[in-house]
């Protein structure tokens, strides 16, 4: 017997006994958009089953791969001190270089941003997302130039699974907005901890720097640290964890992301062919690599892939600082590091401009890395 499509504020929700060839993506991605109330305004009508369009293919290696975190460890920096010891210092470079080599990914704790302000900053993402479903629809945008950008999956219509998180975009660097044109709920909050997190950021670079065998300066000097958005993500619980993904397996598009991440955790990452989960630590940042730094840095320091497993617990809440200029209009290019390069180490990747990769970014399916599409051939080494 056929069984009835429902639906919720206009979404249609197609239950998994419906044949294929009644679903129709495209119609339902619109559909899901247009409530402009996002995965939270699901959670909010009292669905039991979520919609077709957030089921996510089973991973081939999914079930029985997941490594704990006996297995690997993940580095742990202790940030206290570094610019006052010089052996404290040359340690906490060598390993960020171990990490950044092996894994990509690493956790930095005593960092200097105090608890009480880490714990503001979650609320303001959960006081935002939990807002009245009006006054949210009001914010609901695809418009990358306003001041703050909110809505469920920036590639909606491009990727083929949806995932099971709602996100706002702040892009505090290098052309902040006014203040005043940012929601009063997390107004303050958001200008306060963007100036902080662009101070770590800064301080990560120069190791990173140092970690090249380079001078401290050199990272942000290139632009690295031009460009700051914070990613406001909001995880609902989800009736159905095992059938969609939080975040979809992905490498980042930045120079580095500095996250904070609340203690639901669900956040894995690839090593090398596993997913590691990376465990909350209270206070802690995770720091992982992006693609530009593996491209500048002619991979050397590794981009890898990772994602945000759903699950029943939430809503899960993390916060990302992401360095780049993402999409700003500039004809700066990057490439390899010429003092990186010789002969037994040729460059590996052409140079491209930030916003040409980041186009690249948006336009690909999640898991693909952008700098495959700038590998030089042989002919060209």
Same mark, same amino acid.
């Given at each position: 017997?056929?069984?009835?499509?429902?639906?919720?504020?206009?979404? %249609? =929700?197609?239950?998994?006994?419906?044949?294929?060839?009644?679903?129709?993506?495209?119609? !339902?991605?619109?559909?899901? *958009? *247009?409530?402009?109330?996002?995965?939270?305004?699901? %959670?909010?009508?009292?669905?039991?089953?979520?919609?077709?369009?957030?089921?996510?293919?089973?991973?081939?290696?999914?079930?029985?791969?997941?490594? /704990?975190?006996?297995?690997?460890?993940?580095?742990?920096?202790?940030? !206290?001190?570094?610019?006052?010891?010089?052996?404290? @210092?040359?340690?906490?470079? *060598?390993?960020?270089? #171990? &990490?950044?080599?092996?894994? /990509?990914?690493?956790?930095?704790?005593?960092?200097?941003?105090?608890?009480? $302000?880490? !714990? #503001?900053?979650?609320?303001?993402?959960? @006081?935002?997302?939990?807002?009245?479903?009006?006054?949210?629809?009001?914010?609901?945008?695809?418009?990358?130039?306003?001041?703050?950008?909110?809505?469920?999956?920036?590639?909606?219509?491009?990727?083929?699974?949806?995932?099971?998180?709602?996100?706002?975009?702040?892009?505090?660097?290098?052309?902040?907005?006014?203040?005043? !044109?940012?929601?009063?709920?997390?107004?303050?909050?958001?200008?306060?901890?963007?100036?902080?997190?662009?101070?770590?950021?800064?301080?990560?670079? #120069?190791?990173?720097?140092?970690?090249?065998? =380079?001078?401290?300066?050199?990272?942000?000097?290139?632009?690295?640290?031009?460009?700051?958005?914070?990613? /406001?993500?909001?995880?609902?619980?989800?009736?159905?964890?095992? =059938?969609?993904?939080?975040?979809?397996?992905?490498?980042?598009?930045?120079?580095?992301?500095?996250?904070?991440?609340?203690?639901? /955790? +669900?956040?894995?990452?690839?090593?090398?062919?596993?997913?590691?989960?990376?465990?909350?630590?209270? +206070?802690?940042?995770?720091?992982?690599?992006?693609?530009?730094?593996? =491209?500048?840095?002619?991979?050397?320091?590794?981009?890898?892939?990772?994602?945000?497993?759903?699950?029943?617990?939430?809503?899960?809440?993390? $916060? &990302?600082?992401?360095?780049?200029?993402?999409?700003?209009?500039?004809?700066?290019?990057?490439?390899?590091?010429?003092?990186?390069?010789?002969?037994?180490?040729?460059?590996?990747?052409?140079?491209?401009? %930030?916003?040409?990769?980041?186009?690249?970014?948006?336009?690909?399916?999640?898991?693909?890395?952008?700098?495959?599409?700038?590998?030089?051939?042989?002919?060209?080494?």
């Amino acid at each position: 017997m056929a069984v009835a499509a429902s639906s919720v504020n206009g979404l %249609i =929700l197609t239950p998994i006994s419906k044949a294929d060839e009644n679903f129709h993506r495209p119609t !339902e991605l619109k559909a899901f *958009d *247009d409530t402009k109330a996002g995965v939270k305004g699901l %959670i909010d009508a009292g669905i039991s089953e979520i919609p077709r369009i957030f089921y996510s293919p089973p991973d081939d290696d999914d079930s029985d791969n997941v490594s /704990g975190r006996t297995q690997i460890q993940i580095p742990v920096i202790d940030m !206290e001190h570094v610019n006052k010891n010089s052996l404290k @210092r040359k340690y906490t470079v *060598d390993k960020i270089r #171990e &990490a950044s080599e092996k894994l /990509g990914f690493f956790q930095l704790i005593n960092h200097g941003i105090p608890g009480s $302000v880490l !714990e #503001e900053m979650k609320d303001a993402v959960r @006081r935002f997302h939990e807002q009245d479903t009006e006054v949210r629809k009001q914010l609901y945008t695809r418009d990358l130039t306003k001041p703050l950008i909110y809505n469920s999956n920036i590639r909606l219509y491009s990727s083929p699974t949806t995932d099971w998180r709602d996100t706002f975009a702040y892009i505090s660097a290098p052309n902040p907005p006014n203040p005043l !044109e940012l929601p009063e709920i997390c107004r303050g909050i958001l200008v306060d901890y963007s100036n902080r997190v662009m101070e770590i950021g800064k301080l990560l670079l #120069e190791l990173l720097s140092e970690a090249l065998g =380079l001078n401290p300066n050199y990272l942000n000097e290139i632009g690295c640290s031009e460009g700051l958005a914070l990613l /406001g993500h909001y995880y609902p619980a989800c009736p159905q964890p095992k =059938l969609t993904i939080g975040t979809s397996e992905h490498t980042d598009n930045t120079f580095i992301t500095v996250l904070l991440q609340d203690h639901i /955790g +669900g956040l894995q990452f690839r090593h090398p062919n596993k997913w590691v989960d990376m465990p909350p630590v209270a +206070g802690a940042f995770v720091v992982n690599i992006g693609d530009l730094m593996q =491209l500048i840095t002619n991979d050397k320091f590794k981009s890898i892939k990772h994602r945000v497993v759903a699950n029943t617990e939430g809503p899960r809440i993390s $916060v &990302a600082g992401i360095f780049s200029t993402l999409g700003l209009t500039t004809s700066k290019l990057y490439g390899p590091i010429k003092e990186l390069l010789s002969e037994e180490n040729p460059a590996i990747y052409r140079e491209a401009t %930030i916003r040409d990769i980041n186009s690249r970014f948006r336009s690909d399916k999640p898991g693909i890395s952008t700098l495959q599409h700038l590998k030089l051939s042989q002919g060209d080494v």
